[in-house]
């Protein structure tokens, strides 16, 4: 099935990058929506049964058997990865962050944007004596969402500031990187040796076809497969063979054909926004509404979670900014003022489907309570009122200036 020709278009620049964030964000709205529907009605059954059933893949001597939610999480959120590190990639070599001078505070905000929430939500269970399994949530609400923060820029009107969304931009990337980094150093488990050897020997492989100006993307993505096959067996999270597959792509090929990188990532752009999020977001934003109450929020996964998204990372954001435009290290974009980045911080503290995977990897050998519950419960919160109040604030802050450009063409 090929994608339409629509949808095919992608961001070879920052404003093809915006053409489909709005409609990404509604379908993983909707599709969050069916997921939390489904645990709660008379489909709740077979909501489980489509999670729970066991599929398997027997490619010559090798065979993985797994849950559905399983291959979600490890295989196709593997190809989600993989374009998150094509679009850092091309970003780093050639966009957004190819300037250090521009990158700095972006990176710095994001550092913010990362260590606050975590700081808070360390507090918070400490504040409302939490258990020690409740401490493992604290990566939870350091990334942000990066689909669902451009789809909420859009809803903020026209009159925001480019600046603004080549920042976020830039914030965002950074941010799916140290999640990335966050996933490679606390969620992998025993290792392999025999497994490790042959992501080696695969990596080295890509490694020669990038090197020799091999264009061919089959030849990668065949070895990609192999990368992630050993990937899983090995003990290191399986989606990392996404990213590193990623960053031996060629960016650039032979002056006769299409750079691979950008080929690549037009390919897969759609099927990631409209098909492999969607289906995560079904699978694991539904929570049950069973013995549930405003209290709820108050259990320490679920209020560190929320405040941590909802407080944190503005906090973070702002703080961490002003401190680096203070020390002369960056500057506000043109036309962006403090109570813009404020706005824009509300925004970031979307995580949404970035939180909801490192949850379900932070909790996923947890046994007994109510965690997952706990946790989708405080992301969707925190996630929520972020959004309403980055959306608020940023359409009163471009309302003004709108009134105040209408105000000066009249004098």
């Known amino acids: 099935m090929t994608p339409p020709d629509a949808l095919r ?80 990639k091309r970003e780093a070599m050639t966009g957004v962050l190819a300037d250090p001078r521009k990158m700095a505070l972006p990176a710095i905000a994001a550092l913010g944007g990362m260590v606050m929430p975590a700081l808070i939500l360390l507090a918070v269970v400490q504040l409302l004596g ?3 399994a409740d401490f493992r949530a604290w990566p939870v609400p350091v990334a942000t969402d990066i689909a669902f923060a451009l789809a909420a820029l859009s809803l ?43 992501v ?3 990596i ?48 650039k090929g032979r002056e006769e054909d299409h750079p691979p990188l950008e080929d690549l990532e037009h390919a897969l752009k759609p099927w990631v926004a409209f098909v492999i999020l969607p289906l995560f977001a079904f699978a694991f934003a539904g929570f049950s509404f069973e013995g549930l109450s405003i209290a709820f929020l108050a259990h320490p996964v679920s209020a560190g979670v929320g405040l941590g998204l909802l407080i944190g990372k503005p906090l973070g954001i702002l703080l961490f900014s002003f401190l680096a435009v203070q020390a002369g290290i960056g ?42 519950e706990e946790l989708r419960l405080g992301v969707i919160f925190g996630s929520l009122v972020s959004t309403t109040l980055g959306i608020l604030l940023l359409r009163q802050v471009t309302g003004r ?9 009249a004098s």
Do not use: C
């Open 156 to 198: 903020a009107g026209r009159g925001v500031p480019i600046g603004l969304r080549v920042f976020l931009l830039a914030l965002a990337v950074i941010d799916d990187l140290g999640a990335i980094l966050l996933i490679a150093v606390l969620f992998s488990g025993d290792f392999n040796v025999p497994a490790l050897i042959g």
């Open 331 to 372: 500057r506000l974009p043109d036309g962006v003022r403090w109570i813009s980045m404020l706005g824009l911080g509300f925004v970031a503290g979307i995580g949404f489907t970035m939180s909801l995977f490192v949850g379900e990897l932070a909790f996923a050998d947890v046994t007994g309570g109510n965690y997952l």
């Open 9 to 88: 278009e992608s961001p070879a620049t920052f404003t093809g990058f915006l053409k489909t964030d709005l409609a990404t964000g509604i379908i993983l709205v909707l599709a969050a929506a069916l997921g939390i529907f489904a645990r709660n009605s008379g489909f709740s059954d077979l909501y489980d049964s489509f999670l729970h059933q066991e599929i398997g893949v027997e490619l010559g001597f090798w065979q993985h058997f797994a849950p559905t939610a399983e291959w979600i999480k490890d295989g196709l959120m593997a190809v989600f990865f993989l374009l998150v590190g094509l679009e850092i």
């Open 204 to 251: 080295a492989i890509l490694y020669a076809l990038n090197r020799f100006r091999v264009t061919n993307l089959g030849a990668y993505l065949g070895l990609g497969i192999i990368l992630w096959a050993f990937m899983l067996a090995s003990g290191l999270h399986a989606t990392l063979a996404g990213v590193i597959l990623a960053m031996l792509v060629p960016l």
């Open 130 to 132: 939490g258990s020690g």
């Open 200 to 202: 080696g020997l695969v």
């Open 401 to 409: 200036k709108q009134i105040q450009r209408s105000a000066d063409g």
